[in-house]
C-alpha cells in the first residue's frame, strides 16, 4: 500500500547507483526510521530537497511505493514547515 504523507528525515546521500538514498520515518506511525531510494530520474532533485530539509529542520511530504519495505521508491519529496 503506498504512503502519501509527512515524515521527519535524519540522513541523506547517494547511493552507488547514483539514486538518493533517504532516512525517513513517518509521523503517523505507518514505519519507523527506514531507508528509501529516489526514483530514477529524480535522484538530483530530491537530494537537494533532502539536503534542505535536514538542514533547515524541516520535515518533508513524500509519496512512497512500499513504505514498509526497505529501498523502495520514493516518488515524490516536499519540504514543508
Given at each position: 500500500?503506498?504512503?502519501?504523507?509527512?515524515?521527519?528525515?535524519?540522513?541523506?546521500?547517494?547511493?552507488p547507483?547514483?539514486?538518493?538514498q533517504?532516512?525517513?520515518?513517518?509521523?503517523?506511525?505507518?514505519?519507523?526510521?527506514?531507508?528509501f531510494?529516489?526514483?530514477?530520474?529524480?535522484?538530483?532533485?530530491?537530494?537537494?530537497?533532502?539536503?534542505?530539509?535536514?538542514?533547515?529542520?524541516?520535515?518533508?511530504?513524500?509519496?512512497?511505493?512500499?513504505?514498509?519495505?526497505?529501498?523502495?521508491?520514493?516518488?515524490?519529496?516536499?519540504?514543508?514547515?
Open positions: 500500500m503506498p504512503f502519501d504523507g509527512v515524515c521527519a528525515i535524519r540522513r541523506a546521500g547517494v547511493s547507483e547514483g539514486l538518493a533517504l532516512d525517513l520515518k513517518a509521523e503517523d506511525g505507518t514505519f519507523d526510521w527506514n531507508w531510494l529516489s526514483r530514477d530520474g529524480l535522484s538530483r532533485e530530491i537530494l537537494a530537497t533532502a539536503l534542505a530539509a535536514i538542514v533547515s529542520g524541516k520535515r518533508v511530504h513524500c509519496q512512497i511505493d512500499d513504505p514498509v519495505s526497505t529501498w523502495s521508491r520514493v516518488y515524490r519529496f516536499l519540504i514543508i514547515s
